[in-house]
């Protein structure tokens, strides 16, 4: 059976095995099928922040190699001024990354 628990034989210790089992499939019901994507309630902003910025750079490094071979005129929109968009996102997305991290461990 998959939902099979070797329990010790000490109650105590038991009891600490089936209580730990019990709060990890509580975590694991709770977060659901995104859960397992995204994490718990508390990581889902840091995950959705971070992905973001790895996202966009990827798209850039995308779209920089992808004109790199056109004449500018076949380009509807500069290397340059595609940077120009995507960039303050970027920092955006690692200034709330950092921010909320020293905001919660400030007294």
């Not at 750079?57 to 004449?71: A, D, P, R």
Request: aromatic share 8%.
């Amino acid at each position: 059976m998959a939902n099979q628990i070797s329990l010790p034989k000490d109650k105590e210790l038991a009891k600490q095995v089936l209580d730990n089992h019990n709060e990890l499939e509580r975590q694991r019901v709770d977060q659901g099928i995104l859960g397992k994507v995204w994490g718990s309630s508390t990581s889902i902003p840091h995950n959705i922040a971070a992905l973001s910025i790895i996202v966009l750079i990827v798209t850039g490094i995308f779209y920089t190699y992808g004109c790199m071979g056109l004449k500018t005129e076949e380009i509807s929109l500069p290397i340059k001024d595609f940077w120009y968009i995507i960039t303050p996102l970027i920092t955006l997305a690692i200034g709330y990354l950092f921010g909320d991290k020293t905001k919660k461990n400030a007294p």
